[in-house]
């Protein structure tokens, strides 16, 4: 049976990480050893200390292009060097924001170490702009998140773009960890509920430790599955659409004036499973090669679009030039360098 409130919620998480825990903000959790002085710790610290100087040099000739970028780059660096000595890192948006991601992730985690902007914040931006153009937010609007990584688009949704509240669903054991205390520190425990759940119907979701860090889980099935949880290389995350979860009272959709789903590689099982509980609400779908590239999950999810929005769907790609209008998905699959996109989709 599926839980009712948050706090039961929290117990799907099963993790069994492979060293005790410590009842703080953010669990410990093993991660990838530190390697041995004789195998190079000494300078990778050197390294670092030359990337912190730069870095401060480079702020000192503020205003001069090339040392700017320069500086992105040095912490670019930074960012996958400190993995060897931390699993966690924190970093501070535009705004002075601080969020914890795990140190040497690639995407969001390093954008916003590096840039302090993230692509989440961007298309979110573009795609609130855009719903507000058609109509105000209503009151109490609700944020629903479905892969929701480490909470920076929930939190911005509240922070910055005027959602009363939000909801975050994450599977990833680590992320979801990162994401309960990014609410915290910054404030939000009373509006951003949390739910560590993969967001689609189905049997529950195996995940092998990676060797990358806090958040690096891939995924196992078969045999394998079942042998890696029996020797603790694997955590079990439940399964469960959100018309299952409204169905068993673990998720309120009631307000909810736009839906994120970020949910990899198949976004279409998320629409899928939101029918009854979640009608015609506004989708902003993030969307990365192994969906672009794969002309059957295309299909699937324009299918899964149309089906949502059973009386016509207006779709727009968000980019940094603003909205632009597109017939579906498949547009955006046909162009062979597009490797990301953002799609705000809305009933006509």
Known sequence: MLPKTETEARSLDTVRPRSSEVSTLVPTQKVTSQP?????????????????????????KEGKP?????GKHERR?????????????????????????GAGDRGDARMLFTKRDTVAGRSLRLAVDHLKQVAPLPDRSRFLDTGAETGIAAVLAIQEHGFNSAIALEPNPGMYRLLSANRALNDLEDRIETIHIEPKSGTTLVLRYGKRGWCDYQSASGEDAAAAVSKGKAVEVRSASLDELVAHGSLDPSSAALVRISVRPDPAAVLEGMRES?????????????????????????T???EHFSRGVAMMGLSEEGPVPQEGIAELA??????????LALGR
């Not at 090339?66 to 320069?70: I, M, S």
């Not at 400190?82 to 924001?97: K, L």
């Open 66 to 70: 090339e040392a700017l970028k320069k």
């Open 278 to 302: 979640v009608p015609n609400v506004a989708i902003l779908l993030e969307l990365d090669q192994r969906v672009l590239g794969d002309r059957a999950s295309v299909t699937k999810l324009d």
């Open 304 to 306: 899964a679009i149309a």
């Open 36 to 60: 041995d002085r004789d195998e190079g710790v000494e300078s990778t610290e050197l390294a670092l200390s030359r990337h912190l100087k730069r870095e401060r040099e480079g702020r000192e």
């Open 77 to 101: 660096d930074f960012f996958a060097e400190a993995a060897a000595f931390t699993p966690i890192v924190s970093a501070q948006d535009r705004s002075g924001r601080t969020f914890l991601v």
């Open 334 to 343: 046909g162009a062979g360098d597009v490797k990301t996109a953002s799609v």
